[in-house]
């Protein structure tokens, strides 16, 4: 995913894969398919750079874009060497350490 495009770009392309199979990006060195990406319309977003998490709410957490930000709401940590993984909201997926400090 670009991150430096706009948020509406950002929602109509995680959008058009939204059930399956996603769209992957990579997270803290990690493989994640994302899912029910929503744009922030309501918070001015200037100084952040493309792809910090800037939130989280109700297990969605938000992602700043070149202009903007959008809510992911899902994330599934891409199948690897076996394992497999559920689709569950991207506060439980994501490494603790960087969702506890939001």
Same mark, same amino acid.
């Given at each position: 995913?670009?991150? +430096?495009?706009?948020?509406?770009?950002?929602?109509?392309?995680?959008?058009?894969?939204? +059930?399956?199979? @996603?769209?992957?990006?990579?997270?803290? @060195?990690?493989?994640?398919?994302?899912?029910?990406?929503?744009?922030?319309? &309501?918070? !001015?977003?200037?100084?952040? +750079?493309? %792809?910090?998490?800037?939130?989280? $709410?109700?297990?969605?957490? !938000?992602? +700043?874009?070149?202009? @903007?930000?959008?809510?992911?709401?899902?994330?599934? %940590? $891409? &199948?690897?060497?076996?394992?497999?993984?559920?689709?569950?909201?991207?506060?439980?997926?994501?490494?603790?350490?960087?969702?506890?400090? !939001?």
């Amino acid at each position: 995913v670009d991150w +430096s495009a706009s948020m509406y770009d950002i929602a109509t392309i995680v959008g058009a894969s939204d +059930s399956q199979p @996603g769209v992957l990006d990579t997270f803290f @060195g990690v493989q994640y398919f994302m899912y029910g990406a929503h744009v922030e319309t &309501n918070l !001015l977003v200037e100084k952040a +750079s493309p %792809k910090t998490i800037l939130g989280q $709410r109700n297990g969605a957490v !938000l992602i +700043s874009c070149g202009r @903007g930000a959008v809510w992911i709401s899902h994330l599934k %940590k $891409r &199948n690897i060497r076996g394992n497999k993984y559920s689709k569950l909201p991207s506060a439980m997926v994501l490494p603790k350490e960087f969702v506890k400090a !939001l």
